[in-house]
T-cell receptor
Framework: EAGVVQSPRYKIIEKKQPVAFWCNPISGHNTLYWYRQNLGQGPELLIRYENEEAVDDSQLPKDRFSAERLKGVDSTLKIQPAELGDSAVYLC?????????????????FGAGSRLTVL | KQEVTQIPAALSVPEGENLVLNCSFTDSAIYNLQWFRQDPGKGLTSLLLIQSSQREQTSGRLNASLDKSSGRSTLYIAASQPGDSATYLCAVILDSNYQLIWGAGTKLIIKP
């Protein structure tokens, strides 16, 4: 099992440039999350998908951030244009669907993250 | 609004000691609670998941407890080792909408 795969691991761009992150979740995991994490803080949810449907995107800055999960598997997160304050680690996580009910398998599995630096 | 607090923010102890990390939450209507470990520059690794109907879970030297009525969870680490040094985060999933609410973490340093 490859786990949750994210790319790129590191990205340095100048402000106002676009950037995109890609996530491949664990096979069979219907729920996919994108988080942003700043140094010394807990993760901040950007968007949560159940299959291909975005069920919680209330904290996604929609003026510059967009995400998609075509076919309910891989997902991409895009920022356009990037701002200095977007520098952070972008984490993707997946789990079995919470809608299936309480289960020890609802464990979230995280990717290694994509570290973005905006200059 | 659910808030998750972890105290202390940082902890340094000598190798071999048993220790307890604390997590408190303000709303007891949770689906489950999870403890994670994060090493510097890396993603998060799930350690233990406690369902809302459970009181504790154990994995090796780790034991996590949950007291919903008081809004508390503890992560007990027995016989600490330098390799346990990391940041430990707890997160609750809300019963109402499955949102994950995170604590800010406790940075643990185990001194050899």
């Amino acid at each position: 099992e490859a786990g949750v795969v994210q790319s790129p691991r590191y990205k340095i761009i100048e402000k106002k440039q676009p950037v995109a992150f890609w996530c491949n979740p664990i096979s069979g995991h219907n729920t996919l999350y994108w988080y942003r994490q700043n140094l010394g803080q807990g993760p901040e949810l950007l968007i949560r998908y159940e299959n291909e449907e975005a069920v919680d995107d209330s904290q996604l800055p929609k003026d510059r951030f967009s995400a998609e999960r075509l076919k309910g598997v891989d997902s991409t997160l895009k920022i356009q244009p990037a701002e200095l304050g977007d520098s952070a680690v972008y984490l993707c996580a997946s789990s079995l669907s919470l809608a299936l009910g309480p289960s020890g398998a609802n464990v979230l599995t995280f990717g290694a993250g994509s570290r973005l630096t905006v200059l | 609004k659910q808030e998750v607090t972890q105290i202390p923010a940082a902890l340094s102890v000598p190798e071999g000691e048993n220790l307890v990390l604390n997590c408190s939450f303000t709303d007891s209507a949770i689906y489950n609670l999870q403890w994670f470990r994060q090493d510097p520059g890396k993603g998060l690794t799930s350690l233990l998941l406690i369902q809302s109907s459970q009181r504790e879970q154990t994995s090796g030297r780790l034991n996590a407890s949950l007291d919903k009525s008081s809004g508390r969870s503890t992560l007990y680490i027995a016989a600490s080792q330098p390799g346990d040094s990391a940041t430990y985060l707890c997160a609750v999933i809300l019963d109402s909408n499955y949102q994950l609410i995170w604590g800010a973490g406790t940075k643990l340093i185990i001194k050899p």
